[in-house]
């Protein structure tokens, strides 16, 4: 079992900078690929950013592609994403997700484990 906890959502002015965390716990959690979504009110869920377990990969959503950049801390087992440039549409609540294979997180397929998400609010 792989437990993920996110943490660092918050309210911001549009423009503006927060930094998410998610942390891994569980015996496998080191060498799963780790990933973000979000889901706002009324719309699906959208991929936003992965990364492979090593570290040496990363991937992003288009939407984000610029302004947001993931990060992994072996050593602390947690995932970063830092988002910069914020814009109102990026309102939603962030879900950290891992799975075995970065290609799995990439198209949004059935990943094996899931956080409880946490809310990013952006206002104008």
């Known amino acids: 079992q792989v437990q993920l906890v996110e943490s660092g959502g918050d309210l911001v002015q549009a423009g503006g900078s927060l930094r998410l965390s998610c942390a891994a716990s569980?015996?496998?959690?080191?060498?799963?690929?780790m990933g973000w979504f979000r889901q706002a009110p009324g719309k699906e869920r959208e991929f936003v950013a992965a990364?492979?377990?090593?570290?040496?990969?990363?991937y992003y959503g288009g939407s984000v592609k610029g302004r947001f950049t993931i990060s992994r801390d072996g050593t602390k087992n947690t995932v970063y994403l830092q988002m910069n440039s914020l814009k109102p549409e990026d309102t939603a609540v962030y879900y950290c997700?891992?799975?075995?294979?970065?290609?799995?997180?990439?198209?949004?397929?059935?990943?094996?484990?899931w956080g409880k998400g946490t809310l990013v609010t952006v206002s104008s």
């Open positions: 997700a891992a799975d075995e294979k970065v290609a799995i997180i990439i198209q949004g397929g059935d990943m094996d484990y």
């Open positions: 569980g015996r496998t959690s080191r060498t799963y690929a």
């Open positions: 990364i492979t377990w090593h570290g040496v990969g990363t």
